[in-house]
C-alpha cells in the first residue's frame, strides 16, 4: 500500500478527516487507514479500534432471503443473534428469522460480499437488499479490553462468559443503536460494532474516550494483517 | 397554573420543578392578584424524594449526527443549526449577517442555481407486492394507479385526523416506491409503517434508508444545464423528465435516483446517492455549476424561498390539532379510497365549522415584524398564531403564515398580530402563494 488522499476517491468513509497524518492504502474505490504508525499489532493485541467502514457489507432480508444465500455459497448461522465466519474470512450474521447481515472480509477486499450485492436483482423473489454498506458505519474493536470498554457505554454484559465467540447483540452503546457480533479468536479478541452512518464522528470519539483507560489507539489495517 | 406550565415549559427542567413551582405559583397569583391557595400550584408526580447524585453519575452521552457533507458546509463558512440530532447549514456567512447571507442566497436561487444539502430529509423504501396498497392505506392520497416515474405529494393524518407528516412517494417500480418524511418525523413514520404493516399483513418490506442516501436539490433556473454537464444517461428535457418525474441513472457514474421537484418554486432536481459517494457529489456538483455561478444555500434560505411559495412545512406551520382542511390540503385527500388512518375522524371534522385556518399575511417592508408564535387577534380574543415570517426581497414586503378565525381567512381581510413590545399591526390576508401563482418557474 502506498500513501494515498481519501479525497481523490469517490467513495469516503465519513470518518477519513479522524485519520489526518494515518498512512492510507487503496481499498476498491476507498483510501483506508494503513498504519498510524508505531507497533500497531501490539496496539491492537492490547486496545485498537480499526474504521472498516469502506470494506463492502450488505443485508438481506425476506422469507427467501435464507435460500437465496445458500445459493450463493454462504454458511448461514442456525439462529437469529449468531454470527458465522466464512472460510475466506468474511462474516454472516443473522438478525431475525429473515434477515442477515453480510461483512466482507480484507482477505479478497470485500469482493465476494460485493458480488452477492451486485449478483442481487429486485422483483425475482421475496429477497429484499438492505444498503447496509450506506445506513451504517463499521467499527472493529480489538483487544483485551474489548468487554471492558464496552461495559461503559452499553448496558449489555458482554463479557466472554455470557457473550461468547459467536453471539450478537443488538442493543444501544452511548445511547444510539448498535450492533455488536463477537468474532474475535483468543489470540485476538474483537467486536465488530455497526452503527448509523451519520453518528460515525460521534461513536468514534465516545469509543476512543472510553478506551483511553486502557491506553486505547486507532489501528490501521496491517495491524490486522 | 396549568396555563402558565404549559405556554412557559417551566418546572418541565432537570429539577422538575423543585426549586420553581412555589417561585411561579407567586408570580402567578401576583400577576393575577390571587393568593397562592387560590392559583394553587402544579401536580407533583414521582420521584417524590431527591435522587443521589451517585444515580445520575457517570458518563453523559450527548448523540448527534451529521451528514456526509457536515464538513463542506463548515469549510464554505456554513452557520450550523441543529435539526433534531443533526446539524444542519443555516446559510453561508457570519452569523451577525443572517439576513444578508439570507436574502442573497435567496435571490441567487431565483436567478441563477444554488444547491442545499438535504440528506437529512427521510427516506423510506417500500417495496414488494403489496406496496402501493400500503401507501393506499397509510396516506391520504392514491397511489394505486401512480405512474412508475413519477412521484405524488403525500399527507399522512394520524387516527385523529391530525396532520403529522408529508413528503411524496416517488414510484421507480411497480412494487418499488421511494417515500420521504419530513427530517423530524421519520423516525416516527418509519415506526408507524412497521407497526401498521405488523396489523395488516401486507407483502411489503419497509427500510428506513435516510442516514444510507446523502441527497442535495439543485436548484434554479440554471439547474438543468448543469446537471446536463455530470448527467449523461438521463434525458433532461422538459418533455422527457418533467415536473414530478423521477428518474434512475447515473451522475458522474454514481448510481442515483433523480427527482423533479418544486420545494423551493424554481426548476428543481433532488439528487440522492449512496452515502459513501455524497462528498463526491457535492464537488462535482460545484465544478459543474462554477460557471453558472453556482452556490449553497442553507436550511434558512429554503425556508424563505419555501414561504414565497407558500408551502407549509410540517409540525412548523402544524400543530398537534392541525386537520388538513385548516392548512388547505383537502386536495391531497383521495374521497374514493375506502380507508386511510385517519380517513373516519377527518370525515367527522370536516362536518364541523372550522374555526381556524392557515393564511398568508403581508406587510409593507420598514413595518414590526412578527415573530413565529406572535398572536393573531380577534377583538379581545386570541384567534391563532404566526407560523412562519420573514421579509422577502423579491417581492419586496413582509411575508408570513398565520393561524387566523376562519371569519378572518378571506383574503383582504385585515388581521391584528401583536408583535413585540405590545404593538399591533394590521396585517393584509392574501391568496397563497405569495410568488409564482401560475407554478410556471418550476415547471420549467
Redesign the interface.
Known amino acids: 500500500m502506498q500513501a494515498l488522499d481519501p479525497q481523490h476517491f469517490t467513495e469516503r468513509s465519513p470518518l477519513y478527516r479522524k485519520h489526518a497524518g494515518a498512512c492510507f492504502g487503496q481499498l476498491g474505490d476507498s483510501a483506508i487507514v494503513a498504519s498510524y504508525g508505531g507497533d500497531e499489532t501490539a496496539q491492537a493485541e492490547r486496545c485498537g479500534l480499526v474504521d472498516l467502514t469502506n470494506l463492502a457489507r450488505v443485508g438481506f432480508r425476506g422469507a427467501e432471503a435464507a435460500a437465496w444465500l445458500e445459493r450463493c455459497g454462504f454458511s448461514l448461522p442456525s439462529a437469529p443473534n449468531r454470527v458465522v465466519t466464512q472460510a475466506d474470512g468474511s462474516h454472516v450474521a443473522r438478525l431475525s428469522q429473515t434477515e442477515y447481515l453480510l461483512l466482507g472480509s480484507l482477505t479478497d477486499a470485500g469482493k465476494r460480499v460485493a458480488r452477492a450485492e451486485a449478483d442481487w436483482t429486485f422483483g425475482t423473489s421475496a429477497v429484499y437488499l438492505l444498503p447496509r454498506q450506506d445506513s451504517h458505519a463499521w467499527l472493529l474493536q480489538t483487544g483485551a479490553h474489548v468487554a471492558e470498554v464496552m461495559a461503559k457505554l452499553c448496558g449489555v454484559d458482554l463479557r466472554a462468559e455470557a457473550f461468547a465467540r459467536g453471539a450478537v447483540a443488538q442493543t444501544s452503546a452511548a445511547r444510539i443503536n448498535v450492533l455488536v457480533l463477537n468474532t474475535g479468536s483468543c489470540a485476538l479478541p474483537g467486536f465488530h460494532i455497526l452503527c448509523d452512518r451519520a453518528s460515525a464522528s460521534y461513536l468514534w470519539d465516545a469509543l476512543l474516550d472510553a478506551m483511553a483507560e486502557f491506553g486505547g489507539k486507532p489501528v490501521g489495517m496491517d495491524a490486522l494483517a | 397554573m396549568q396555563l402558565v406550565k404549559r405556554f412557559s415549559t417551566v418546572g418541565m427542567g432537570p429539577s422538575q420543578g423543585r426549586h420553581s413551582a412555589l417561585p411561579t405559583a407567586r408570580l402567578v397569583a401576583a400577576a393575577t392578584n390571587r393568593s397562592v391557595s387560590e392559583t394553587g400550584v402544579t401536580t407533583a408526580r414521582p420521584p417524590f424524594v431527591a435522587e443521589k447524585l451517585a444515580h445520575v453519575a457517570g458518563?453523559g452521552?450527548d448523540?448527534?449526527?451529521?451528514?456526509?457533507l457536515h464538513?463542506r458546509h463548515q469549510e464554505l463558512g456554513a452557520k450550523m443549526m441543529p435539526a433534531g440530532v443533526?446539524q444542519r447549514p443555516a446559510f453561508y456567512g457570519p452569523a451577525q449577517q443572517r439576513e444578508r447571507c439570507m436574502q442573497e442566497e435567496a435571490v441567487h436561487v431565483r436567478s441563477k442555481v444554488g444547491l442545499i444539502d438535504v440528506s437529512t430529509l427521510g427516506g423510506l423504501d417500500v417495496?414488494?407486492p403489496d406496496a402501493a396498497e400500503f401507501l393506499n392505506r397509510l396516506y391520504t392520497f392514491a397511489f394505486a394507479k401512480q405512474p412508475v416515474g413519477r412521484s405524488r405529494y403525500a399527507l399522512m393524518t394520524d387516527e385523529q385526523g391530525v396532520v403529522i407528516d408529508d413528503g411524496v412517494c416517488a414510484r421507480f417500480?411497480d412494487?418499488?416506491f421511494y417515500v420521504t418524511a419530513t427530517t423530524s418525523g421519520v423516525d416516527r413514520i418509519y415506526q408507524q409503517m412497521l407497526k401498521w404493516n405488523a396489523q395488516w399483513r401486507l407483502?411489503v418490506?419497509v427500510?428506513?434508508?435516510?442516514?444510507?442516501?446523502a441527497a442535495v436539490n439543485l436548484a434554479g433556473p440554471l439547474s438543468r444545464q448543469v446537471l446536463r454537464k455530470v448527467c449523461h444517461d438521463v434525458d433532461l428535457s422538459a418533455d422527457a423528465f418533467p415536473y414530478l418525474g423521477v428518474r434512475l441513472g447515473t451522475v458522474l457514474?454514481?448510481p442515483a435516483r433523480l427527482m423533479r421537484v418544486g420545494f423551493v418554486g424554481e426548476l428543481g432536481y433532488e439528487i440522492h446517492v449512496?452515502?459513501?459517494?455524497?462528498?463526491?457529489l457535492w464537488d462535482s456538483l460545484m465544478q459543474a455549476g462554477e460557471k453558472d455561478g453556482i452556490r449553497p444555500f442553507g436550511v434558512e434560505t429554503q425556508r424563505l424561498l419555501r414561504l414565497e411559495k407558500g408551502h407549509v412545512i410540517i409540525s412548523q406551520d402544524t400543530d398537534g390539532m392541525t386537520t388538513p382542511a385548516e392548512i388547505d390540503m383537502t386536495w391531497a385527500i383521495a374521497r374514493s379510497k375506502p380507508f386511510f388512518v385517519g380517513k373516519r375522524s377527518v370525515e367527522i371534522l370536516e362536518k364541523q365549522p372550522l374555526r381556524r385556518k392557515l393564511v398568508g399575511f403581508t406587510l409593507p417592508k420598514g413595518a414590526s415584524q412578527p415573530l413565529e408564535g406572535h398572536l393573531v387577534l380577534n377583538g379581545p380574543d386570541i384567534s391563532g398564531n404566526v407560523t412562519s415570517c420573514e421579509y422577502s426581497q423579491t417581492l419586496g414586503q413582509i411575508i408570513g403564515l398565520a393561524y387566523a378565525g376562519a371569519h378572518q381567512a378571506e383574503p383582504g381581510s385585515l388581521i391584528p398580530i401583536r408583535v413585540e413590545g405590545g404593538e399591533v399591526v394590521q396585517a393584509t390576508v392574501v391568496k397563497l402563494p405569495f410568488f409564482d401563482p401560475q407554478n410556471q418557474r418550476q415547471e420549467l
Not at chain 2, 448523540?63 to 456526509?68: A, I, L, V
Not at chain 2, 427500510?207 to 442516501?213: F, G, K, P, Q
Not at chain 2, 449512496?274 to 463526491?280: I, L
Open positions: 458518563r452521552f448523540p448527534y449526527r451529521q451528514t456526509p464538513q443533526w417495496r414488494g417500480a412494487d418499488h407483502n418490506d427500510t428506513n434508508v435516510t442516514a444510507a442516501l457514474g454514481i449512496p452515502a459513501r459517494y455524497g462528498e463526491y
